[in-house]
């Protein structure tokens, strides 16, 4: 009966607990909750004093005793404490009733261990959580784009994320191959932070850098490249400073982090079986998460450089922002349907 209670009282959630940002799917609502993953820290008393859009505006603009913080780094969990007030603020924020005690399932990198896949749902639990379940982040992302996966073929998903980038062959309800690197939008960001200061004698901020890419950032080249104002400032003098940045100068700033995913693509292809291979050469590379917003990385990954660097095999369904959201708004939704999937399945036919 209390079970009962509790489950009306919180209702399901799905929560893709990204290093950039945080989705929160409910069920019966669709994605209600798209949040970047910070948190401000008065250090003076440990409290949170904002999450989520309201902290990131902070970032390089707090006094001595704020700290803007990301606890998730490279996909995992960096700071246990602020991970948890983070997700506590999230579950609040969707459900107004303070008894609320939802089950959650958080997507996690493949290649975690076992123990920062327990920290995660351990954070859910001290969170609010009634019940708490991982499921690594292909799988998600592949449910969430409607790919075959129960089926005896091939499916290749490369899900490009702020700290890590998971490339999976998926067939047959589990993943085959894998690969996870940790290089993702955050390696962007510092790889354009420290070839302006290289090339250009500039400093500026992760947020610069971070809109740098968004608006100029390319793997490949196209027509019409654009350039774009930045500001910082002058490590020689000490003064501000405006330069113009194009559009191949930021191409060739992430060239590095850049290739490691293509070369993390390479990678699992050379492992994947024969017959599975050739699924992917006909059906193609789905990308996915916030890195597939970088314009020309499907030109990028299927046509390569002078060695076609993925030989024939063309992405497709690029952009894919939300799907991680929606592969495991399908699990909150099928629970039982995915339970190879996710972790602890017995635990989730006794709730």
């Known amino acids: 009966m209390a079970e ?25 609502g669709g994605i209600v909750l798209n949040e970047p993953s910070v948190v401000a820290i008065n ?10 859009m309201e902290a990131k505006r902070m970032i390089g603009r707090t006094p001595a005793h704020i700290t803007a913080i990301r606890p998730l780094r490279d996909g995992v969990i960096a700071d246990f404490d602020v991970t948890e007030k983070m997700l506590r603020y999230f579950i609040q924020k969707v459900h107004r009733r303070k008894w609320a005690r939802p089950r959650i399932v958080v997507c996690v990198p493949s290649g975690i261990t076992p123990v920062e896949r327990r920290a995660v749902e351990e954070a859910a639990y001290h969170a609010g959580a009634r019940r708490a379940y991982t499921i690594e982040e292909p799988m998600a992302a592949a449910i969430g784009s409607g790919l075959p996966i129960g089926e005896p073929a091939g499916s ?16 047959l309800g589990g993943i085959v191959v894998s690969r996870s690197i940790r290089v993702g939008g955050d390696e962007l960001d510092t790889a354009i932070i420290d070839w302006v200061k290289k090339e250009y004698n500039v ?16 793997a490949w080249p196209y027509a019409d490249e654009p350039s774009a104002e930045v500001r910082g400032r002058d490590l020689v003098t000490g003064l501000p400073k405006t330069i113009l940045l194009s559009s191949p100068e930021i191409r060739e700033a992430i060239e590095e982090p850049t290739q490691a995913i293509v070369d993390a693509v390479k990678y699992t292809l050379d492992k994947t079986p024969p017959e599975l291979a050739a ?43 939300g799907e991680m959201s929606g592969g495991v708004r399908h ?12 972790t602890d399945p017995a635990r989730l036919e006794r709730c």
Do not use: W
């Not at 250090?43 to 989520?52: E, H, M, P, T």
């Not at 699990?331 to 996710?342: D, G, H, K, N």
């Open 4 to 28: 009962n209670l509790l489950s009306f009282a919180g209702q399901d959630m799905a929560i893709d607990l990204g290093t950039a940002n945080t989705l929160v799917y409910v069920r019966g």
């Open 43 to 52: 250090s003076q008393n440990g409290r949170a004093l904002a999450v989520g």
């Open 156 to 171: 290749m998903v490369v899900d490009i994320g702020g700290g890590t980038t998971e490339v999976a062959v998926i067939s």
């Open 203 to 218: 400093l500026v901020g992760e947020r610069t850098a971070e809109q740098l890419k968004l608006a100029v950032g390319s």
């Open 279 to 321: 699924d992917v050469v006909e059906r193609g590379i789905v990308i996915t998460g916030g890195g597939a917003l970088l314009v020309g990385l499907d030109h990028r990954l299927a046509h390569g450089d002078a060695h076609r660097d993925c030989g024939q095999a063309a992405a497709i369904g690029g952009a894919r922002l």
């Open 331 to 342: 699990v909150a939704e099928r629970a039982r349907v995915f339970v190879p999937a996710m």
